[in-house]
């Protein structure tokens, strides 16, 4: 429930959830429930239930055990703010993010609604980062929820970028990450849509990650947009600290 992770933007990731219900077109070739369909397969007793929402309670204070400071992202399999994740529930693991100050989470919802609904009930200390994932811009209502949310570092996750956001919504918005889909029947991304975003971040300085191309092979497409890697974060990020690297 908690690993080093290959994502490129994060460190670790810890899962006090799994499994999840699909919302909207982005989730059509959900990662997540791939693995936890081959999880499930292999006996892994933690996806006995596949991708049936499933509550971890025994890993929700795995962080407070982890001395050495790192970047976590915060259930990448399943959704903090699902609407079938208790309040309660929802309290105990923003409390842990609390009490272990030592490390960076990353919280991404596609539910921010939900997150603004109970954001008063919740703790926001400044190491807990809260994001929203927007495919197209018929969902940047989710940017408008998450912009009302008063945490320290609001992001957004761009992935799968499925169409063009045009009129984005940076007021507030410390970082973005934009990612083409990947693995079986992804998705194309047109350069186009990636470089309104990139342009529009550049004159708002705000930080702009691009995660990768994407495609059924992803390593073969890379990460490269005009022969750099953009990787910039929020700043005071240390390893990761706004820094682009060129080919």
């Known amino acids: 429930m908690a690993q080093a992770s290959t994502i490129e933007w994060t460190e670790a990731t810890w899962n006090p959830v799994t499994g999840c219900s699909k919302i909207s077109p982005g989730c059509k070739n959900c990662y997540a429930e791939r693995m936890a369909k081959r999880l499930q397969a292999m006996g892994q007793p933690r996806y006995r239930n596949g991708f049936r929402l499933t509550m971890q309670p025994d890993i929700v204070e795995l962080p407070l055990r982890w001395k050495r400071p790192r970047m976590i992202f915060v259930n990448s399999m399943s959704d903090l703010f699902h609407?079938?994740?208790p309040d309660e529930f929802i309290l105990?693991?923003?409390s842990v993010m609390e009490q272990a100050a030592q490390h960076t989470f990353q919280v991404l919802t596609k539910r921010p609604t939900r997150a603004v609904a109970i954001a008063g009930k919740l703790p926001w200390p400044t190491n807990v980062w809260?994001?929203?994932s927007v495919e197209n811009a018929h969902?940047?209502?989710r940017v408008h929820a998450l912009q009302k949310i008063p945490s320290a570092i609001r992001f957004l996750s761009l992935e799968p970028l499925l169409g063009p956001i045009p009129r984005l919504s940076l007021e507030t918005i410390d970082w973005v990450i934009v990612g083409g889909e990947s693995g079986p029947g992804a998705r194309p991304m047109d350069a186009r849509w990636v470089f309104q975003i990139r342009d529009r971040c550049v004159k708002s300085r705000v930080p702009?990650?691009?995660k990768q191309w994407g495609?059924?092979?992803k390593s073969k497409a890379g990460?490269?947009?005009d022969g750099t890697e953009w990787n910039e974060m929020p700043a005071g990020v240390g390893a990761f600290n706004g820094e682009r690297s060129v080919a």
């Open 83 to 85: 609407r079938n994740v």
């Open 130 to 132: 809260m994001g929203t």
């Open 139 to 141: 969902y940047m209502s």
């Open 92 to 94: 105990k693991c923003f």
């Open 215 to 217: 495609g059924v092979v």
């Open 208 to 210: 702009f990650f691009f």
């Open 223 to 225: 990460r490269l947009l």
